[in-house]
Every structure is written in C-alpha cells, then in structure tokens.
C-alpha cells in the first residue's frame, strides 16, 4: 500500500493548526505499520533550518498556470520512515507564513498541478492519493478530468479530509482558465459551480473516492444547514461516501510522565504530584497559591468560532465563583481588549497572557484542574485530548469532536472524563462550570474522574488503524 498526502502545512516543518498536526502525526504512524508514505508540501520562506540543511534536490519541472510557465522545483527529505517532497517555487512561497494572501487562489492551484505532475516524474505514485482542505481539495477533479489520460494515474483512489468546512476555496468563474487552461463549460453546467462562484471543496466532495471529517459528530452536522456552510445539501447528497474518523494526538509528545516543559512529571498512580505543577503555576503568572481553589484553564484562539463570546457575556458571573481562570492565546482584538480589561480587575482570579506559547500550554494543561473549550462547532478539537492526557477535566459544549472524545460526567452512575453542556449558551456553560465546581469538592469522586480521563485511549494508532482499512476497501 502506497499513500501520498498533500495539504498546505505539517509539523514541524510548517503548522498554524489542527490540519498541521495530524500531517505531522498520522502519515507516521501509518509508516510505522508497514505503509509506504509520502508527503508533499509546499516549500515555504519559513522553514527552520535544520530541516532546510537536509533537503535533496531531486530536479524541476514547468507548470503551466493557465497562460503562465511557472518554475516547479522538488526537494526531498526522509523522516521517521516518510519522505516528504517539497514543491519549490519562490514567486508563490518565498514569504513569511502560509496563508492570507491576495493570491492564494493562483499559488494553491500551481501547487495542486505540481503534486499532480511530480508524481509521475519523481515516481512515486500512489494507490492513495490524500488531500486535505480546500487547499488540495480540486484534486481529485483534475487528476480525472484534466490529467485522466495519463495511463499511470488512472488506478489512483482519492481520499479528501475535511478538517474545517468554513473555508472552500471560492473563485470567480475566469479562474478556471486563468490558473488551470479549462474551459467554462465546467461551470456552465454546474459541475464546479456553487452559489455562482467555482468551489474547489464542492467539487472535491463531489470527484473524491471517500470522503472524511476528523470526528463522528462533525461528519453528521456538516449535513445540516446549521453546519454545513452551505454545502449540506451536497454532503447529504454524497453521505455514502462521507464518514468521520477521530483525530489522535502523538502519546508520546504529550505524556505527562515524561514532558520535559511541565514542572513536575506525574502518572496515574502519583496524581499527587499534579497539584506541584498547580502550585508552580499560579507562582509563574502571580496568581494566590492556593491548591484548594479549583484553576481553570484555556489554550485557544480568542474567536467567536472557540466560545469567546459566551465566555465575554458571563465572565463577571465566573468570577464570582472561588475558582481562578487562565486564558492562553490571541486573536480578535475585541475579545483580547475585553479580556485584558476584566483581568486588570480580577488580578487575584484572572490571567490573560496574549501569545502563542507551546510551552506554557504545557504547564496549563498539567497545572489547570479544569480546561473550558466552549466552541461554537469543533471539528475535532485536540486540546480536550491533551488536557484528558494530563488528568484535567475538560468542560465543553457538547458538539463535533468534543461530544466524541468527553465523556459527560453523570450524576447517576458517578462517573465520566468531563463536563458538558448541550445548548450554546452562555447559562448553559455556567452551570456546566458549576458543576464542575461541586464534583472537584468530592476529592474522591473527582480522582476516579481523572483517572477516567487519563486512561482514554485518543491516541493516533486507533485512528492510523481506521484510514488503512479505508484505504485497504478503496483498493479492493
């Protein structure tokens, strides 16, 4: 089995969010069962240099971009097992960051055609081939339509994982042959088309073999209009196709036994050093050092999409509970002023630090009782996983992957890994904070809890498991 995935970043070598970790994660895990991977990405400015020093230069190749002959050069570097190809073209990529340009429609559409191209050149062509997002997702469209004549191709399955539905990819009708030399028949009929602009993650959806989601729940709300961003009606339409396969998180990186960023190393059976790295916590950001007041943190993008605005409405009414609240992240500049005005009010309960710090969140996640991910939809969602990893229960509005993974803890039976509310409200989040709040005084119960929730098995070989008997049924 031979599987090629292609996405616009992956860690370590580039990574902005949730579609950066699971390229970094699963086509390795996948390697280490005996699959023959390969990855290709575009070479951006921003590569570290440690990698940089390793790339092999395999040759180059012309792209056409419509009336455009573009440079195409492709470099190569193996890691753990996979061999990742870079497409090198320093016009669309030779700038800082990933996304966000002018011209993001003409530099993922050279990319798109460069992963098609470099596959019979470099030879490595796949049985699989993986794409991911918007950004690759009319793949699957022009390796049929537009290179369908190509004998090497023509066994080629195509997958197309859908990681966030919010962006398609929508371009004016002139972009098909301004970037890829088709004509607009494609559009007339409606093939391409959807609410009178070309929608690359339509027509992927459409041409894909198999369509995924990274969560069981994501897969079914993207079918309702409330989810689907306007293309539910094509999902129902392909449902046959589509199906939800839950992200995993790396077992290794995140391990509180062994995490070399966190205070104090811990396990299931020594929980009670948790409560160090609470301590150290609240002395690293000056809030009072007291092991009895429950600490809730967040580690997230401050935007409407993550809860924010619920949190902003009922945070006065938060903090009137005894309980100490840690924000972590930027964002909205409303959201950052707002928060950053109540915290210069709440000095003792509330710390809002505006940054991106992979380093402190580890602390947060091992030194917080509690996580809050109030998120308006969640396609999956990783930092529940990595909170329940290090035994801090997450509270989450009960949606996409965040119902899959937390287990809501029940009165009755006594028991989950979390706590949950299923109206997106801000009420609703808050007797779910209350509730949390009287489960922690039950030591006992609370213990049996984090337990629960350290032993979850979200970890990428489950999840690595489902995608190859997917493939495995693809290739028949």
Same mark, same amino acid.
């Given at each position: 089995?031979?599987?090629?995935?292609?996405?616009?970043?992956?860690?370590?070598?580039?990574?902005?969010?949730?579609?950066?970790?699971?390229?970094?994660?699963?086509?390795?895990?996948?390697?280490?069962?005996?699959?023959?991977?390969?990855?290709?990405?575009?070479?951006?400015?921003?590569?570290?240099?440690?990698?940089?020093?390793?790339?092999?230069?395999?040759?180059?190749?012309?792209?056409?971009?419509?009336?455009?002959?573009?440079?195409?050069?492709?470099?190569?570097?193996?890691?753990?097992?996979?061999?990742?190809?870079?497409?090198?073209?320093?016009?669309?990529?030779?700038?800082?960051?990933?996304?966000?340009?002018?011209?993001?429609?003409?530099?993922?559409?050279?990319?798109?055609?460069?992963?098609?191209?470099?596959?019979?050149?470099?030879?490595?062509?796949?049985?699989?081939?993986?794409?991911?997002?918007?950004?690759?997702?009319?793949?699957?469209?022009?390796?049929?339509?537009?290179?369908?004549?190509?004998?090497?191709?023509?066994?080629?399955?195509?997958?197309?994982?859908?990681?966030?539905?919010?962006?398609?990819?929508?371009?004016?009708?002139?972009?098909?042959?301004?970037?890829?030399?088709?004509?607009?028949?494609?559009?007339?009929?409606?093939?391409?088309?959807?609410?009178?602009?070309?929608?690359?993650?339509?027509?992927?959806?459409?041409?894909?073999?198999?369509?995924?989601?990274?969560?069981?729940?994501?897969?079914?709300?993207?079918?309702?209009?409330?989810?689907?961003?306007?293309?539910?009606?094509?999902?129902?339409?392909?449902?046959?196709?589509?199906?939800?396969?839950?992200?995993?998180?790396?077992?290794?990186?995140?391990?509180?036994?062994?995490?070399?960023?966190?205070?104090?190393?811990?396990?299931?059976?020594?929980?009670?050093?948790?409560?160090?790295?609470?301590?150290? #916590?609240?002395? &690293? @950001?000056?809030?009072?050092? +007291?092991? /009895? $007041?429950? =600490?809730?943190?967040?580690?997230?993008?401050?935007?409407?999409?993550?809860?924010?605005?619920? #949190?902003?409405? &009922? @945070?006065?009414?938060?903090? +009137?509970? /005894? $309980?100490? =609240?840690?924000?972590?992240?930027?964002?909205?500049?409303?959201?950052?002023?707002?928060?950053?005005?109540?915290?210069?009010?709440?000095?003792?309960?509330?710390?809002?630090?505006?940054?991106?710090?992979?380093?402190?969140?580890?602390?947060?996640?091992?030194?917080?009782?509690?996580?809050?991910?109030?998120?308006?939809?969640?396609?999956?969602?990783?930092?529940?996983?990595?909170?329940?990893?290090?035994?801090?229960?997450?509270?989450?509005?009960?949606?996409?992957?965040?119902?899959?993974?937390?287990?809501?803890?029940?009165?009755?039976?006594?028991?989950?890994?979390?706590?949950?509310?299923?109206?997106?409200?801000?009420?609703?989040?808050?007797?779910?904070?209350?509730?949390?709040?009287?489960?922690?005084?039950?030591?006992?119960?609370?213990?049996?809890?984090?337990?629960?929730?350290?032993?979850?098995?979200?970890?990428?070989?489950?999840?690595?498991?489902?995608?190859?008997?997917?493939?495995?049924?693809?290739?028949?």
């Amino acid at each position: 089995m031979r599987v090629l995935f292609t996405g616009a970043e992956c860690a370590p070598f580039f990574k902005t969010g949730g579609l950066g970790d699971v390229l970094g994660a699963l086509p390795n895990q996948l390697a280490k069962s005996g699959v023959d991977v390969g990855v290709v990405l575009p070479l951006y400015q921003d590569m570290p240099e440690k990698y940089r020093k390793q790339l092999e230069y395999q040759g180059n190749f012309i792209v056409p971009v419509g009336w455009r002959n573009q440079y195409c050069g492709i470099f190569k570097l193996e890691r753990n097992g996979v061999k990742y190809f870079f497409v090198d073209n320093e016009y669309y990529f030779k700038r800082p960051g990933i996304y966000g340009y002018y011209d993001d429609g003409e530099r993922f559409a050279f990319f798109q055609q460069a992963v098609i191209m470099m596959m019979e050149r470099f030879d490595f062509i796949p049985n699989i081939l993986h794409c991911n997002d918007y950004h690759t997702s009319f793949i699957p469209f022009l390796l049929r339509e537009k290179w369908g004549f190509v004998q090497a191709y023509q066994g080629i399955k195509t997958v197309l994982t859908i990681h966030n539905l919010e962006f398609q990819g929508k371009y004016n009708a002139q972009t098909l042959p301004e970037f890829f030399s088709l004509g607009y028949d494609w559009f007339d009929s409606g093939i391409v088309r959807m609410d009178n602009d070309v929608n690359w993650m339509k027509t992927g959806i459409l041409y894909a073999d198999r369509v995924t989601t990274v969560s069981y729940s994501y897969a079914r709300e993207i079918q309702t209009p409330e989810f689907g961003q306007g293309l539910d009606g094509i999902l129902r339409m392909c449902s046959h196709k589509l199906t939800g396969i839950l992200n995993g998180i790396d077992f290794n990186k995140y391990n509180p036994e062994t995490d070399k960023d966190i205070h104090t190393t811990y396990n299931i059976h020594h929980l009670n050093r948790k409560i160090q790295n609470k301590t150290a #916590l609240q002395k &690293e @950001l000056n809030l009072p050092v +007291k092991s /009895n $007041v429950p =600490l809730i943190g967040m580690v997230s993008r401050l935007t409407s999409q993550k809860g924010f605005q619920l #949190l902003i409405d &009922e @945070l006065e009414n938060i903090l +009137k509970f /005894n $309980v100490q =609240l840690v924000i972590l992240g930027n964002g909205d500049p409303y959201y950052e002023h707002y928060l950053t005005e109540i915290a210069n009010n709440h000095k003792n309960k509330l710390k809002v630090i505006l940054a991106f710090d992979v380093k402190l969140a580890q602390r947060i996640y091992a030194g917080a009782d509690s996580f809050l991910m109030p998120s308006a939809f969640e396609p999956c969602g990783l930092s529940q996983l990595i909170a329940l990893r290090y035994g801090t229960l997450p509270i989450v509005h009960e949606i996409g992957g965040l119902a899959d993974t937390v287990w809501v803890y029940d009165k009755t039976k006594n028991a989950g890994t979390g706590f949950g509310f299923k109206q997106f409200d801000g009420y609703q989040m808050v007797q779910a904070i209350k509730k949390m709040l009287t489960v922690y005084q039950q030591k006992k119960n609370w213990i049996m809890m984090q337990k629960k929730a350290m032993n979850s098995d979200f970890s990428w070989k489950n999840s690595a498991d489902k995608y190859k008997w997917m493939y495995g049924e693809l290739m028949g």
